[in-house]
């Protein structure tokens, strides 16, 4: 006997939109409305669909014809200059494929919510990079589901099997960094880093950490703080940092807005930059030179990595293969006027 059903989908063979109709008990129309975004679906019958999607592993095989011609730039927060420069990167090669940017903010949630996800397969995106944040699962699921290419810059923690991300060279860059100081002749090198969390911030210490050990230097543990890459946690850790009865001559400020908030400690405790104390960021934002005196930082190239990372949508989205699924971008050590060799004596005079 006949029949004008497609058969059954096999481990090996993706399932096609009918098939997965038939394994719902719905429509054609249905299953296409959820592989395309579109909302006028119950949650219910979309919960089952994106389910049976997963399971199944349904997957358009070609680039969507119906794709918008835009990127989706998502990042946990829109503050300043870090955010600046990667919009820089990403307008620089979309304006060369004529794609717009829409740009989303979680508001330091770092996961984007449900609605999120909805809202963005409803604008049918070219494709999707996210900055210094992650998706869920599922989330990665149904953009791969629906051919959306996804790709992350500095994600904060692991950005999952096959996941294509950007980052830059974060464990070389606090070994120069630290390595510097240490040339100076510092010993005594408070670290205030970000937050434990992310996976920058915690490179960053451990290049501090080779660069001590490397030396011989014993790292204090009094001298190490968390932060949170803002200005106020710099100001607070440096405020108890120099205050302590052995204040560090130096401090690594793990991004530039740390090292303002260093700044402002020193200012408000008479300690002179770098007379009385060294400083040096990360990140290399502009104000880094517009500071007094202007800042030693490393040089993250956050517009370059957010190029890298829209060319990889880009080609993805068209089809094209990536080399590797990492790519990092070497930091360099840039050198102004925050750092010098240490006073005999710790304590401005």
Known sequence: MTTTRDAAPSRDTPPTIAQLAELAGVSVATVSKVVNGRSEVSAETRALIERLI?????RRQKRRANSSALLELVFDELEGAYEMEIIKGVEQVAREHRLAVVLSELRGGHTPGRSWIEDALTRRPTGVIAVFSGLTPEQRDRLHTRGVPLVLVDPTGDPGQGVPSVGAGNWSGG??????????????????????????????????????????V????LLI?????????GLAHARELLLLPDPPTAIFACNDWLAVGVYQAASELGWRIPDDLSVIGFDDLPPAQWVIPALTT?????????????????????????????VELATDLVIRASTAPPKLSRKPS
């Not at 997963?54 to 349904?58: A, I, K, S, V």
């Not at 969390?197 to 915690?202: E, I, N, T, V």
């Not at 014993?218 to 543990?221: C, H, L, Q």
């Open 54 to 58: 997963r399971e199944h592993g349904y």
């Open 298 to 326: 490393v040089r993250q190239p956050l517009a370059e990595m957010a190029a890298a990372a829209t060319g990889m949508v880009v080609a993805l989205a068209q089809g094209e293969p990536l080399p590797g699924n990492r």
């Open 225 to 233: 703080r968390e932060g949170d890459f803002r200005v106020a946690a």
């Open 175 to 216: 070994l120069s960094a630290t390595r510097h100081l240490l040339e100076l002749g510092h010993r005594r090198i408070a670290v205030i880093t970000g937050p434990a969390h992310a996976l920058s911030s915690r490179a960053r210490l451990d290049g501090h950490r080779a660069a001590m050990d490397t030396a011989g």
């Open 218 to 221: 014993p790292v204090d543990p």
